[in-house]
Nanobody, 114 residues
Framework: QVQLVESGGGLVQAGGSLRLSCVAS????????MSWYRQAPGKQRESVAH???????NYADSVKGRFTISRDNAKNTVYLQMNSLKPEDTAVYYC????????WGQGTQVTVSS
């Protein structure tokens, strides 16, 4: 079992920044992929960014150049630095861990006002 706890969400004005954190605990595999997804009201959950233990990253086109995913393997923590936020970034952001199994965090709300 793996537990994921997100933090860092909140309310911010358009153009502002937020940093999300997700701490993983439990049976962590040395090689894994940690990701951020988001789900806006009335929409399907969508991928935002992924990072492997070797540091390889992948981003959704909608956030490229604005969001940066990073991780601290020693702390089993993944971060999402979100800059130049837009109202359309408003969503619940979920942390995801994937190795032999897949786990989700409880989500953290990000609201961007115009």
């Amino acid at each position: 079992q793996v537990q994921l706890v997100e933090s860092g969400g909140g309310l911010v004005q358009a153009g502002g920044s937020l940093r999300l954190s997700c701490v993983a605990s439990g049976s962590i595999y040395r090689i894994n992929v940690m990701s951020w997804y988001r789900q806006a009201p009335g929409k399907q959950r969508e991928s935002v960014a992924h990072i492997a233990t070797d540091g390889f990253t992948n981003y959704a086109d909608s956030v490229k150049g604005r969001f940066t995913i990073s991780r601290d393997n020693a702390k089993n923590t993944v971060y999402l630095q979100m800059n130049s936020l837009k109202p359309e970034d408003t969503a619940v952001y979920y942390c995801n861990y994937r190795a032999s199994s897949e786990y989700w965090g409880q989500g953290t709300q990000v609201t961007v006002s115009s």
